[in-house]
């Protein structure tokens, strides 16, 4: 069975934002697998389909962490911070879960939904070393804006990317991702819920309802993870 832990994570002097941390029963570190999944523009960490995604990430045996960014617990709701804010964020969740000894994982994805996934893109291409990125609604442009894409950085990532996406997307041309997949040099695999918008939400006509889709992109998710390769550091 496994267990949650609720933790809350200094990110500077003055901030510390909530987290969740589920552990799988048989978890062992530098044996086991984690997942850091932050949430979107709109969200929290507790929305239906991020704990939907969490929860099926840590059945799959993963250690599974999703948290909150500053702004949403900020005492009067406010835009989402600046990308130097949401990423300071970001790395403060991995450098809590890499100076747990009992935790610290063989193999590390970090990803989320939407903006949460691009702010996990924007550490890769930094450098920050990971074994994968889970980027679940990526959103590649502004709505209606396939003239602003959000790739420059994409090229810079080195460790493999799983974009699981939605086939009516307003965020996501795919044509236009195709593209911009072919320009990266790191594995890239696209998936895509062929009636799903930004949330993977499907029409009623679909035979699938939106639980269904969530955990058949959780089940290529993990599996996705156990095919990925472990860094040499990472193992030693």
């Not at 048989?26 to 709109?42: P, T």
């Not at 250690?63 to 989402?80: G, K, M, Q, S, T």
């Not at 747990?100 to 450098?127: F, M, T, Y």
């Not at 996406?165 to 696209?190: E, H, I």
Request: charged fraction near 25%; hydrophobic fraction near 40%.
């Amino acid at each position: 069975m496994s267990r949650t832990l609720k933790r809350r994570i200094p990110v500077d002097a003055n901030t510390a934002v909530r987290s969740v941390w589920t552990v799988p029963r048989g978890y062992r570190a530098r044996q086991g697998d984690a997942v850091i999944l932050a949430h979107g523009a709109g969200s929290d960490m507790d929305s239906p389909r991020m704990r939907h995604v969490h929860g099926g990430l840590a059945r799959q045996g993963l250690l599974a962490i999703r948290f909150n960014f500053p702004y949403v617990e900020a005492p009067r709701r406010r835009p989402p911070d600046p990308a130097p804010r949401l990423e300071a964020t970001f790395r403060a969740v991995i450098a809590q879960l890499r100076a747990d000894k009992v935790l610290r994982p063989r193999r590390l994805v970090i990803g989320g939904k939407s903006l949460g996934g691009r702010i996990a893109s924007h550490l890769a291409a930094a450098g920050e070393p990971v074994d994968g990125l889970l980027l679940l609604g990526y959103p590649l442009h502004p709505p209606g804006r396939t003239d602003r894409l959000r790739d420059a950085h994409l090229p810079s990532v080195t460790c493999p990317m799983l974009f699981l996406q939605g086939g009516r997307d307003p965020l996501c041309d795919l044509s236009l991702l195709k593209s911009v997949l072919w320009r990266v040099t790191a594995p890239a695999t696209l998936r895509v819920v062929a009636e799903g918008d930004h949330s993977f939400h499907v029409p009623k006509r679909s035979r699938f309802d939106d639980g269904q889709v969530l955990d058949a992109a959780v089940e290529i998710a993990a599996a996705w993870i156990r095919d990925l390769p472990v860094r040499a550091e990472a193992g030693a």
